[in-house]
């Protein structure tokens, strides 16, 4: 399996806090991705980062990517409890079948 | 923003029937669609690869004869458990990209909760 790992595996912060999420792969990317899925629902697409870039920032997400390492963090700055969910990173290889191997997620619990 | 609508959200049925779940893009076409199998706080696996006109492509230890595929058009994926049993007890979630080029993110339907009793 190439799916990735993501740690924690567990989070939960208080509202305003940041919270920060890692996953790391095992071989080489085309581009990585990170989803939003909240409970019993479809995922939700955050921010797509490609192999050529370090950084991406969409609002209060900013996505890393470090290719040499194999890994990529996701932090929410002043999180909210609507923040709640789980989030997961995908990775997406060359050949643009399209297909994405997941990690195994990050359950993320904001308290008010 | 591009929709994907999955119809049913629920199904609850007795071991040994089909099921039948639909993968809609509502405003974009998709040559490709995928299917991913979820269980509870696990992450999603690909089942298979939908394409518009062809066979589906299944990941290794999917049984294609279990999970029929059918993408007859550029809107519409299918996907059919045969002959479910308990143990196709899952969270079944379809995507689609609504661009060919690398870069595309995929736009997820909500998922059907399938229950074999």
Redesign the interface.
């Known amino acids: 399996s190439q799916q990735g790992e993501e740690d924690p595996q567990a989070l939960s912060i208080q509202e305003g806090e940041n919270a920060t999420m890692n996953c790391s792969y095992k071989t080489s990317i085309n581009n990585l991705q990170w989803y939003r899925q909240n409970s019993g629902r479809g995922l939700v697409h955050l921010i797509l980062i490609r192999s050529n870039e370090r950084e991406k920032h969409s609002g209060r997400l900013r996505v890393t990517l470090d290719t040499s390492k194999k890994s990529s963090s996701l932090l929410i700055t002043a999180s909210r409890a609507a923040d709640t969910a789980s989030y997961f990173c995908a990775t997406a290889f060359s050949g643009n079948t399209g297909k994405l191997i997941f990690g195994q997620g990050t359950t993320l619990q904001v308290k008010p | 923003g591009a929709v994907?609508s999955?119809h049913p959200s629920r199904v609850i049925c007795k071991s040994g029937t089909s099921v039948k779940i639909e993968c809609r893009s509502l405003d974009f076409q998709a040559t490709?669609m995928?299917w991913y199998r979820q269980f509870p706080?696990?992450?999603?696996?690909?089942m298979a690869?939908s394409n518009e006109g062809s066979k589906a492509t299944y990941e290794q230890g999917v049984e294609k004869d279990k999970f029929l595929i059918n993408h007859a058009s550029l809107t519409l994926s299918t996907l059919t458990v045969t002959s479910a049993h308990p143990e196709d007890s899952s969270?079944y979630?379809c995507?689609a990209?609504a661009g060919?080029?690398?870069?595309?993110?995929?736009?997820?339907?909500?998922?059907t909760?399938l229950s074999i009793l």
């Open positions: 994907v999955q490709t995928f706080k696990q992450s999603l696996m690909l690869t969270f979630i995507s990209r060919q080029g690398e870069g595309q993110p995929q736009h997820f339907g909500d998922g909760r």
